[in-house]
């Protein structure tokens, strides 16, 4: 260990989580776990807005911010100036770590988690990765080499990890995801009814223009239904005006700080197949229509949305083939098939990892 002072068996943890939702709320989970256990827990996060705006409510924590990093997609000049800022946010988390006085580091993903865990091997810390994706990303499978351990939310990212180190944890579901309220109070909250059929749509953090636009056509053809849609922050203002008035049974939310009643009062989502979204989906056993993101990496969000469509949890959708008419027939299938419903829902269910979070702190706990 390097400075600080602690209690006998009590860890010093850093968490790297920052640059998307998607990373950052896994770490949450983590370091709420970790803090319950008794360890000293601090998240590292990036300078990005969206970070700030998603770490806010957990003032609880401990957060430091360090620089975004991503990786120009080919080689060209773009290296010198990403490889000048790797090697001094390299230098900011390496002070960083000393003056906390780091036991271990675990990476949530992404070029950002990076210099954390190689700082931190460099120190002499114990070293973690966790990918929630079904295809690895490339920051990941990179920083897996600088790792003890390297554990993952799906079984199927498994094959691109050789050796013994790989263990399969699922991806964990921050605390408050982990015990919603009732449906009638989360109605009362968002000014619905609980006794009506609500679909919840979600853009994920990039662009969601087209699909938004999609689900405001389906929504005027569907008046019994209700609607709480999370535009993002940029499209927010153009969905309202192609909205118009709905009576209150169609919610435009720009970003939602309180996912716990939204999950609550919902029976089937569609959305973008980020991991972090499946997984708390599945934690609640929510039936879903997956539109993966078609410019994500790798098209990595299809294979996400492969493993729930395989498992008959949800239906998977491309966003060039869909339109209002296919989501109307695909939301009607699965609201008003009580059967469909409540199997989409199982299954989804099954796919849920309960204690992902304790699996992730166990592994570290273990050293
Ligand atoms: C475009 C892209 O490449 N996105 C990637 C990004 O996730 P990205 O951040 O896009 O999306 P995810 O679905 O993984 O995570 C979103 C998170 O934000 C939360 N949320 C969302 C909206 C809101 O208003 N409030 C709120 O709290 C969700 O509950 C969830 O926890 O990293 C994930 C994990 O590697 C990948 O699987 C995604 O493919």
Same mark, same amino acid.
């Given at each position: 260990?390097?400075?600080?002072?602690?209690?006998?068996?009590?860890?010093?943890?850093?968490?790297?989580?920052?640059?998307?939702?998607?990373?950052?709320?896994?770490?949450?989970?983590?370091?709420?776990?970790?803090?319950?256990?008794?360890?000293?827990?601090?998240?590292?996060?990036?300078?990005?807005?969206?970070?700030?705006?998603?770490?806010?409510?957990?003032?609880?924590?401990?957060?430091?911010?360090?620089?975004?990093?991503?990786?120009?997609?080919?080689?060209?000049?773009?290296?010198?100036? %990403?490889?000048?800022? %790797?090697?001094?946010?390299?230098?900011?988390?390496?002070?960083?770590?000393?003056?906390?006085?780091?036991?271990?580091?675990?990476?949530?993903?992404?070029?950002?988690?990076?210099?954390?865990?190689?700082?931190?091997?460099?120190?002499?810390?114990?070293?973690?990765?966790?990918?929630?994706?079904?295809?690895?990303?490339?920051?990941?499978? @990179?920083?897996?080499?600088?790792?003890?351990?390297?554990?993952?939310?799906?079984?199927? !990212?498994?094959?691109?990890?050789?050796?013994?180190?790989?263990?399969?944890?699922?991806?964990?579901?921050?605390?408050?995801?982990?015990?919603?309220?009732?449906?009638?109070?989360?109605?009362?909250?968002?000014?619905?009814?609980?006794?009506?059929?609500?679909?919840?749509?979600?853009?994920?953090?990039?662009?969601?223009?087209?699909?938004?636009?999609?689900?405001?056509?389906?929504?005027?053809?569907?008046?019994?239904?209700? %609607?709480?849609?999370?535009?993002?922050?940029?499209?927010?203002?153009?969905?309202?005006?192609?909205?118009?008035?709905?009576?209150?049974?169609?919610?435009?939310?720009?970003?939602?700080?309180?996912?716990?009643?939204?999950?609550?009062?919902?029976?089937?989502?569609? @959305?973008?197949?980020?991991?972090?979204?499946?997984?708390?989906?599945?934690?609640?056993?929510?039936?879903?229509?997956?539109?993966?993101?078609?410019?994500? !990496?790798?098209?990595?969000?299809?294979?996400?949305?492969?493993?729930?469509?395989?498992?008959?949890?949800?239906?998977?959708?491309?966003?060039?083939?869909?339109?209002?008419? @296919?989501?109307?027939?695909?939301?009607?299938?699965?609201?008003?098939?009580?059967?469909?419903?409540?199997?989409?829902?199982?299954?989804?269910?099954?796919?849920?990892?309960?204690?992902?979070?304790?699996?992730?702190?166990?592994?570290?706990?273990?050293?």
């Amino acid at each position: 260990m390097v400075g600080g002072e602690k209690m006998e068996n009590q860890k010093k943890v850093i968490v790297a989580c920052g640059g998307t939702g998607g990373h950052l709320f896994p770490g949450v989970a983590v370091a709420q776990e970790l803090k319950q256990r008794g360890h000293e827990v601090k998240l590292l996060i990036s300078e990005k807005k969206v970070d700030a705006e998603a770490s806010k409510k957990y003032g609880d924590l401990d957060f430091a911010t360090v620089p975004a990093i991503a990786k120009p997609a080919t080689l060209s000049l773009k290296m010198i100036p %990403f490889l000048w800022k %790797f090697w001094k946010t390299k230098a900011k988390c390496t002070q960083i770590l000393k003056d906390f006085g780091v036991d271990a580091v675990i990476g949530m993903g992404g070029f950002t988690s990076m210099p954390p865990v190689i700082a931190g091997k460099k120190l002499g810390a114990k070293t973690y990765v966790h990918d929630s994706n079904a295809l690895p990303g490339k920051a990941n499978r @990179m920083t897996a080499r600088w790792c003890d351990a390297v554990l993952l939310g799906l079984e199927a !990212a498994k094959e691109y990890f050789g050796g013994s180190k790989v263990e399969i944890t699922g991806t964990p579901v921050r605390e408050e995801l982990q015990n919603i309220p009732s449906r009638e109070e989360a109605a009362k909250k968002l000014d619905l009814d609980p006794a009506k059929k609500t679909v919840l749509v979600m853009g994920g953090s990039q662009g969601a223009k087209n699909l938004n636009s999609l689900v405001v056509e389906a929504s005027k053809a569907m008046p019994d239904i209700q %609607f709480i849609q999370i535009t993002g922050n940029l499209d927010h203002d153009r969905v309202k005006d192609e909205l118009g008035d709905t009576g209150g049974r169609h919610k435009l939310i720009a970003f939602c700080d309180d996912m716990a009643s939204v999950y609550a009062v919902t029976d089937v989502v569609v @959305m973008r197949s980020g991991a972090s979204s499946l997984s708390e989906i599945s934690y609640l056993g929510l039936a879903s229509i997956l539109v993966p993101y078609p410019y994500a !990496a790798d098209d990595h969000q299809t294979k996400n949305a492969e493993v729930f469509e395989k498992a008959e949890a949800a239906l998977l959708r491309q966003e060039r083939e869909l339109d209002a008419g @296919m989501l109307v027939a695909d939301l009607s299938s699965i609201l008003l098939e009580t059967e469909k419903l409540v199997n989409m829902s199982a299954a989804s269910a099954a796919l849920g990892v309960k204690d992902a979070a304790k699996r992730v702190c166990n592994v570290i706990e273990k050293g």
